[in-house]
């Protein structure tokens, strides 16, 4: 008892229940313990987002890989068709071109027809329609104004063209 003081000292029990402050130094321990276990934690976090991210990464790049090797498959697989059709095709040009018998037209012709063949001193003209022949000279080639020229008659033919019914 201090008697220097004449206020009246309670027992323990009827003391206050707010909490003492602990010592400053117990108090940095607990303030660094809580920001290890933070930065424990922040890092635990991260190294969660990088292995997710990496396994996305992994599933998108095997998906795309499937898609690939599964359109080469299928590209594979029409080519092969491709060859197969175009090789009944060249055999049935062939099975045709030896099934037509030039004597045997002739031979319709003349008779059914009453055709009869051209005598020497006869002249016969063939009119044959030659769309994918070009004849260009050198006056035509050169210049700019022909080059111009030639690129608005393509623009205009290719508006002809779409704009016409078929």
Do not use: W
């Amino acid at each position: 008892m201090d008697y220097g003081n004449l206020a009246y000292e309670l027992p323990r029990q009827y003391e206050s229940p707010v909490k003492k402050r602990r010592p400053q130094r117990n108090n940095v321990k607990v303030v660094k313990r809580n920001r290890e276990q933070m930065l424990i934690r922040s890092k635990n976090i991260r190294r969660i987002c990088v292995i997710v991210v990496i396994a996305l990464s992994a599933g998108f790049m095997i998906s795309q890989f499937v898609t690939v090797n599964e359109t080469q498959q299928e590209i594979a697989s029409l080519q092969k068709q491709l060859s197969d059709i175009e090789s009944a095709t060249s055999q049935m040009v062939f099975d045709m071109e030896q099934s037509v018998d030039l004597a045997e037209i002739e031979k319709e012709a003349t008779t059914r027809l009453g055709m009869q063949r051209p005598e020497k001193y006869q002249t016969i003209y063939v009119n044959v329609k030659q769309d994918d022949m070009t004849e260009k000279t050198a006056g035509e080639v050169e210049g700019l104004g022909h080059s111009i020229m030639s690129v608005l008659k393509k623009i205009g033919g290719n508006i002809v063209q779409f704009f016409s019914i078929k």
